[in-house]
Structure formats: structure tokens, C-alpha cells
């Protein structure tokens, strides 16, 4: 399985198994996840990135992006029942 669908995978188990905001708050990708980001982005900057792993790439933006919507409504909801 690549890393995208896995990091995929992570969240969709985040929120299969009922989570609370402060475990949405606290999610953090696998360091696997981390590493193949980290990856991608040293061989886009050196322009070495084959068409593959730029779709790689940029499906790991979407669940960054994703993620973070996610986190902010759940720091809103956080916030809301304190």
C-alpha cells in the first residue's frame, strides 16, 4: 500500500473509532507518513520527482489541507464545551 493511502487510512481509523476533539487535536501522521512527505518534497525541489510520486505528493497536500479543517472545528468544539 503507498504512503498516501495509508496516511488516508490513518484518519479514516481516527475517526471510525469515535474521537474525541482532543484526540483530533493531538493527531499526528505516522512517522512513515512524515518521512515519505519529506521524501517527495527534497526530490520536487530538486526537480527530480517522476509524474507518480507528484500525484503522491500532492495527495498528501489534500489530507494535510483536509486535517487541518478538520482540527480547527474540532478546536471550535473544544473551546465550545469548556
Known amino acids: 500500500m503507498k504512503p498516501a493511502h495509508k496516511a ?3 484518519i479514516v481509523d481516527l475517526f471510525a473509532r469515535g474521537t474525541s476533539s482532543a ?5 499526528r ?5 512524515r518521512e515519505r512527505v519529506r521524501y ?3 526530490r ?3 526537480g527530480k ?8 505528493l500532492e495527495r498528501f497536500g489534500e489530507i494535510e489541507h483536509l486535517m487541518q479543517l ?13
Not at 484526540?23 to 493527531?27: G, P, R, T, V
Not at 501522521?29 to 507518513?33: E, G, H, K, V
Not at 478538520?70 to 469548556?82: C, D, T
Request: proline share 2%; aromatic share 8%.
Open 49 to 56: 520527482l517522476t509524474e507518480d510520486e507528484a500525484m503522491e
Open 44 to 46: 520536487n525541489s530538486a
Open 29 to 33: 501522521p505516522s512517522r512513515q507518513a
Open 23 to 27: 484526540e483530533i487535536l493531538a493527531f
Open 8 to 10: 488516508y487510512d490513518e
Open 70 to 82: 478538520v482540527k480547527a472545528r474540532a478546536h471550535l468544539y473544544a473551546e465550545r464545551r469548556s
Open 40 to 42: 517527495l518534497l527534497e
